[in-house]
């Protein structure tokens, strides 16, 4: 069923937690409350959020994406889990699969940004798409399993003094759905400062 904006500009979030054991509640999963308590602190803008938890299997997280874009109508989806080299992590080819454009710059950040902590970072295959119908598109994320790493990759490393250093991926994400004609999207700058060009800042 097709989502309902209680604003022109209320964004519409898919999240989707990607586990085989938290899926049949052998574990609790951790993925959807760590993206959903993130969203919360970061958006000062509107918003809704739709939420599925989906077991590894490619077919399934493909059918749960194309449902989440194309019938549900979100403008962002976020992914948790099912990114690395195991079997079993299919989270990409089944992103990939259904995208019609590849967005690398998101995977590329998210593995530098994660690198300062570990050096297994190089192991994650975190990738974005976008998704795009006749008369909608979607931006669709990867993000890392655990709710410190999703923060991380979405903040970015700020310094002792609480300065950025490293920017995270959401910065992109806002001006990202604009150009696919998605909502007008702000953050809380003390979470995560979006940018835009002067040129697509909104007058006030």
């Keep these: 069923m097709r989502a309902q904006r209680g604003h022109p500009d209320e964004l519409i979030v898919g999240l989707v937690s ?4 938290a899926s049949r509640g052998a574990y609790e ?7 959903r308590d993130w969203l919360t602190r970061a958006l000062a803008s509107p918003w809704q959020h739709h939420e599925r938890l989906v077991p590894d299997e490619r077919a399934v997280i493909e059918a749960t994406l194309v449902e989440l874009v194309d019938s549900v ?3 962002l989806v976020l992914t948790t889990g099912g990114t690395g080299p195991a079997r079993r992590d299919v989270t990409p080819e089944a992103t990939q699969a259904v995208a019609t454009r590849q967005m690398p710059g998101f995977g ?8 300062a902590f570990v050096p297994t970072a190089i192991l994650s295959r975190q ?5 795009e119908t006749a008369d909608h598109a979607a931006l ?4 890392p399993g655990q709710p410190k790493a999703i923060a991380e990759t979405l903040e970015g490393l700020k ?3 609480g300065m950025p250093v490293e920017p995270g991926i959401f910065a992109a994400v806002p001006y990202c759905i604009d150009l696919i004609g998605g909502p007008y999207v702000e953050t809380h700058p003390a979470v995560v400062q ?4 002067k040129s697509a800042v909104r007058a006030r």
């Design 108 to 115: 590329e950040q998210m593995r530098r940004i994660s690198l």
């Design 159 to 161: 310094d002792a003094e």
């Design 29 to 35: 999963d951790k993925g959807l409350p760590g993206l």
């Design 194 to 197: 979006c940018f835009r060009p």
């Design 127 to 131: 990738v974005a798409v976008l998704r």
């Design 73 to 75: 109508g979100c403008d």
């Design 140 to 143: 669709i994320i990867n993000l």
């Design 18 to 21: 990607v586990s085989d054991r």
